[in-house]
């Protein structure tokens, strides 16, 4: 399952967690948002739907205080793992599966059921999205996991 390299999954990392600058950038109950306010979809591909329902890729320019783009941890995840592997953020393969697997280690969710189930092929993925999207979940436990991930995989360089 592991084909990332250390160096790719501190990047990762990193980027995630500087992801969640400001508590106004984290999302529940969906993927999230770009800069333009489109909600992020990636079912048969990374899009946005604009208001006349046409397809779009996401709007991502600088990510100014003034911008409404929010993520979920997951899609934050996989957007930030798709850029850093150069490929579309909705190709949820293995190398998502293993960076998500640190999240999912370090925040002592139990992934052992999802994993004996043979119709979730993202068992580490969709346990991040049930916690992040969890009633009791707050923006500063996501902060304290992203910098805990960032912590464990530096620390694993040396």
């Known amino acids: 399952m592991q084909t990332l390299s250390p160096e790719q999954k501190l990047?990762?990392?990193?980027?995630?967690?500087?992801?969640?600058d400001f508590p106004k950038r984290w999302h529940q109950g969906g993927w999230g948002r770009d800069d333009d306010g489109d909600v992020i979809e990636f079912d048969g591909g990374f899009h946005v739907v604009d208001n006349d329902e046409v397809r779009?890729?996401?709007?991502?320019?600088?990510?100014?205080?003034?911008?409404p783009r929010c993520f979920c941890l997951g899609a934050a995840i996989r957007i930030h793992a798709g850029s850093v592997l150069c490929h579309d953020p909705?190709?949820?393969?293995?190398?998502?599966?293993?960076?998500?697997?640190?999240?999912?280690?370090?925040?002592?969710i139990d992934t052992s059921a999802r994993e004996q189930d043979a119709a979730d092929f993202?068992?580490?993925?969709?346990?991040?999205i049930e916690?992040?999207?969890?009633?009791?979940?707050?923006?500063?436990?996501i902060r304290?996991?992203?910098?805990?991930?960032?912590?464990?995989?530096?620390?694993?360089r040396w």
């Open 11 to 20: 990047e990762i990392a990193r980027r995630v967690h500087e992801t969640f």
């Open 56 to 67: 779009h890729r996401p709007a991502f320019r600088l990510a100014t205080p003034q911008s």
């Open 90 to 108: 909705s190709h949820t393969g293995e190398d998502i599966e293993a960076i998500c697997a640190v999240y999912t280690r370090l925040a002592g």
């Open 122 to 128: 993202e068992p580490h993925l969709n346990g991040l």
């Open 131 to 141: 916690w992040n999207d969890s009633d009791e979940r707050s923006f500063e436990d």
């Open 144 to 156: 304290a996991l992203t910098a805990a991930v960032l912590r464990h995989l530096d620390a694993q």
